[in-house]
């Protein structure tokens, strides 16, 4: 998903280390827990920034890694000097959205790999009006396709986003820059979502930065400049 975003930002950020992480049910790492929180994925991902002896460290993350990364932030703030969370949200969710959620989830897993109507449908609830027939959304739709792990792996993950607490209280601790960045349609989490995230973000130097008629998957499925060079910036500033 980061490829692209990750080519773009490789030529200007030559003097920091870039990492890009699988987390547990995602990509290649199949063989971790089994079950799981957005905590525990948190303590996972610190586990390995420990092992490989990081810190001054900018994690950027979308969607359910936002999620992710507002947790790592309150686990061990003094590793981390800024977030970029693309899509966020820091609320629990509602029962009226976990029982749609938990109905697209069976169909997903219903079959060896998702179906092309349940992957249509998962691109257009993301909001912004994709074309489920763009080159990107095809690119987007093989890989799901290769990359399918099996309920084993898929359900996990799934549950750990509907599970999840509300953090918005805890938001007053984090202590570092940060940059939301949402797009203005995004169905999945709602700009009002990442509002809240900046109005409770009252400790810290926190920038929001809305990005016109887009939905909720601001890299990959479109051309991602804007992000790159936010990010690119938000580096600069954080680490000058």
């Known amino acids: 998903m980061w490829e692209e975003t990750f080519q773009l930002l490789a030529p200007h950020l030559s003097d920091v280390n870039l990492l890009r992480i699988d987390l547990n049910g995602h990509g290649k790492t199949i063989a971790g827990r089994k079950e799981y929180t957005l905590w525990n994925q948190a303590e996972d991902v610190l586990a390995l920034l420990g092992e490989l002896e990081l810190s001054q460290v900018i994690i950027a993350a979308i969607s359910m890694g936002s999620m992710i990364a507002l947790r790592l932030a309150l686990l061990d703030p003094a590793r981390f000097v800024g977030l970029v969370l693309l899509g966020s949200n820091a609320s629990a969710v509602t029962d009226a959205q976990r029982s749609a959620f938990y109905q697209l989830r069976d169909i997903w897993v219903a079959a060896p790999v998702p179906s092309e109507q349940i992957m249509n449908a998962a691109i257009l609830g993301w909001g912004g009006n994709p074309d489920v027939d763009s080159p990107r959304a095809i690119r987007i739709k093989k890989d799901w396709i290769h990359r399918h792990s099996g309920a084993e792996n898929v359900v996990p993950t799934l549950n750990s986003m509907m599970e999840r607490d509300n953090l918005l209280d805890r938001l007053i601790e984090i202590?570092?820059?940060?940059?939301?960045?949402?797009?203005?349609?995004?169905?999945?989490?709602?700009?009002?979502?990442?509002?809240?995230?900046?109005?409770?973000?009252v400790k810290t130097d926190v920038r929001l930065e809305v990005i016109k008629d887009e939905g909720h998957l601001l890299i990959h499925l479109r051309e991602a400049k804007d992000v790159a060079e936010w990010i690119q910036a938000f580096k600069q500033r954080v680490l000058a």
């Open 175 to 201: 202590r570092v820059p940060v940059l939301l960045i949402h797009g203005e349609d995004d169905k999945t989490y709602p700009l009002e979502d990442a509002v809240d995230i900046k109005d409770r973000l």
